[in-house]
């Protein structure tokens, strides 16, 4: 979860880390804190909150200030050039100053910064506080601060050489005493220059500058100074100094990442004029789709992935599927579910990825596991992919971050390419996980001999159609606005549908949840009658998400019998439904029309409103839309 960020360079660090971490700070905001290097001293600042209580803390100190002053009269750490940052989702301790990170030890001349859980750290503190070590924190990191702290002691004391090199060291003894999930960066005041990284289940990635090099747990951090970046591999230590990266495996042998260019830069990261990322985001849906589906379709009508480690008959002998996520992730895999069986006539389940390897299902080399993970370092998602590989299931990712741990893991890649998404609230990434779904179920019809060429070719130029559909149906979506202004303190707002309009309605409702803080569910509408529908009262508002009455008349009718029992009992409904569908009006309190389009592909317009609405109410309600309480971006925990 937690924002980590280092500099090693020649630069003031101060400035670069806090910077680093306005850009990180979604991933965690219940404390912030940094720590520097300035000749010889180890000086450290931390507040519970959001960053901006560490910044007015730091603003507040004087120019002359010893520890933050600018260097005019006494060394400052406004003029160190080594430094680290974080921002934190609390695990281990409450969102207090003494929890906030980064944690020292050492008497104060080492100071460490963690994401993740270390799992063993109960055992870890009992042997450190029989040995005399007095805690000042309720966190697992702490731990890992005295562990490295008495670890550079012994080296030292063993006449190791001093220097960058022995901050490493130290930091492959701790790292093998370590069990868990975690990111560890750590300096050291007697080692002026060195940041050490550390990386096991969790995200750390390194960017290479000219004269200085960067740590952090996004590349969004420090996008802004360099483009180029190094992917760290699974149990890796890395030491960064301004001219230098080393990386070794935990045991000490030399090992190396894997370089690559970062194609979006700093601008795609900030607001662009909207008045918050949500919004900014919505709005990038259709570019989103387009870059999604970009170069998908090869000249021999094939549909293309981005990394197959998986022959064509691998696949023709997959006779099952299971789709793993979780939250908005798992409603993907819901809508997915219904295409791909169509296409494919594979039985298809979708599981949550935290229940998936606890129930003990059933596995073989002919089940293929998709895991879907917008960050690829989902915990939850990443064990049951690894449960899934140690029962021989091949395993396919959807993700949207190059060389993150799930894709590396996995036997075949698609990634979405939807650029980064900064709003805790998914929306780009759900609509663009949707058409990787999408484009994964054409692929294994075709691979299979279901679908021939053209009829693959057909589907893809429908979702090339999408776009310009989201373009229009954005274009005029103030009335929904004003429509969230109107209901927002509704105590309860219900969402029902059918067929791939259930998962959309599942979707809505935990947006809801997750932004405006109110009571939402969504339910199957055919589900009603079997108990939910005792939670309508007079005036209580319900969106229903109606099928085409082309593509599954059936169904629409169904859905229109539904709308009328819940208005008999005092429903304000809700309705979207696609344009020049007259026979829900009568029905409707409020419609709103999304463009024409194919029911199985319909999710990917259907969803936007509802978006737009929990967006809207919680504005509407005061509430921080981009960071909503008790929640973080990346989920890196189970």
């Excluded at 300035?38 to 560490?54: Q, R």
């Excluded at 747990?217 to 990266?245: K, M, N, P």
């Excluded at 599981?351 to 293929?368: G, H, Q």
């Excluded at 274009?475 to 929904?480: L, N, Q, R, S």
Aim: proline share 5%; charged share 25%.
């Amino acid at each position: 979860m937690c924002g980590i960020v280092g500099y090693a360079g020649a630069r003031p660090a101060l400035g670069i880390v806090l910077d680093g971490l306005r850009r990180l700070e979604y991933r965690g905001y219940d404390s912030a804190g940094v720590a520097v290097v300035c000749e010889g001293e180890l000086l450290t600042e931390k507040k519970a909150g959001k960053l901006a209580n560490l910044e007015k803390v730091l603003a507040e100190r004087p120019a002359a200030d010893p520890v933050f002053g600018d260097g005019a009269t006494a060394p400052g750490i406004g003029v160190g050039t080594t430094g680290i940052g974080h921002t934190r989702w609390a695990t281990h301790g409450g969102p207090t100053d003494r929890n906030a990170h980064p944690h020292t030890a050492g008497d104060g001349r080492v100071a460490v910064i963690h994401n993740g859980i270390i799992e063993n750290f109960a055992k870890l503190r009992a042997e450190l506080e029989a040995e005399g070590v007095e805690f000042s924190s309720d966190t697992d990191t702490e731990c890992a601060a005295h562990l490295l702290a008495g670890e550079l002691a012994r080296l030292r004391a063993a006449g190791e050489p001093d220097g960058p090199r022995l901050l490493a060291v130290a930091m492959r003894q701790v790292c093998q005493r370590l069990e868990g999930a975690f990111t560890l960066l750590a300096v050291d005041a007697g080692i002026p220059g060195a940041v050490v990284g550390a990386r096991r289940n969790s995200p750390l990635v390194v960017g290479r500058g000219v004269g200085e090099n960067y740590l952090a747990s996004d590349v969004s951090a420090f996008i802004e100074h360099t483009r180029e970046a190094v992917e760290l591999g699974q149990d890796q230590v890395v030491l960064i100094t301004a001219d230098d990266i080393e990386i070794t495996d935990f045991a000490g042998a030399p090992a190396s990442g894997k370089d690559f260019h970062i194609d979006w830069d700093a601008s795609a990261a900030e607001k662009g004029g909207y008045d918050y990322f949500m919004l900014k985001e919505i709005a990038e849906q259709p570019q989103a789709i387009a870059d999604t589906l970009l170069g998908r379709l090869t000249e021999n009508g094939e549909i293309a992935l981005d990394e197959v480690r998986l022959t064509d008959q691998d696949l023709r002998d997959v006779d099952k599927i299971f789709i793993v996520a979780c939250g908005t992730a798992y409603h993907a895999g819901m809508v997915a579910k219904y295409a791909i069986e169509h296409w494919t006539r594979i039985p298809c389940e979708v599981e949550l990825a935290s229940e998936f390897r606890y129930r003990d299902p059933v596995l073989d080399r002919s089940t293929l596991v998709v895991a879907i993970s917008q960050s690829g370092e989902t915990m939850d998602t990443l064990m049951a992919l690894r449960h899934a590989k140690e029962q021989k299931a091949r395993v396919l990712a959807i993700c949207n971050t190059n060389g993150s741990t799930i894709p590396r893991e996995s036997d075949a890649v698609l990634y979405t390419h939807g650029g980064p998404e900064v709003a805790v609230a998914s929306t780009k990434a759900f609509l663009t996980q949707l058409v990787a779904c999408y484009l994964i179920g054409l692929h294994l019809a075709q691979v299979r001999g279901i679908k021939y060429a053209d009829e693959v070719a057909a589907v893809v130029a429908q979702l090339q159609e999408m776009p310009d559909k989201l373009r229009e149906l954005l274009a005029g979506i103030e009335p929904v606005r004003e429509l969230a202004r109107d209901i927002k303190a509704a105590p309860t707002v219900l969402f029902i549908g059918r067929h791939v309009g259930f998962p959309v309605a599942l979707e809505g409702a935990l947006k809801l949840k997750e932004l405006a803080y109110m009571h939402a569910e969504g339910f199957a509408a055919g589900e009603l009658k079997h108990g939910p529908i005792a939670l309508i009262d007079q005036g209580t508002p319900v969106v229903c998400v109606v099928p085409s009455p082309a593509g599954r008349g059936m169904l629409h009718d169904k859905i229109v019998s539904n709308i009328q029992e819940i208005r008999a009992r005092g429903a304000r409904t809700i309705v979207i439904a696609e344009e020049g569908d007259t026979a829900v009006t009568p029905y409707a309190d409020h419609l709103i029309y999304v463009p024409r389009t194919p029911t199985l592909l319909a999710p990917l317009v259907t969803t936007v409103p509802l978006q737009v609405l929990a967006c809207e109410i919680a504005a509407a309600r005061g509430h921080d839309v981009d960071q909503p309480r008790n929640l973080a971006k990346s989920v890196t925990v189970e």
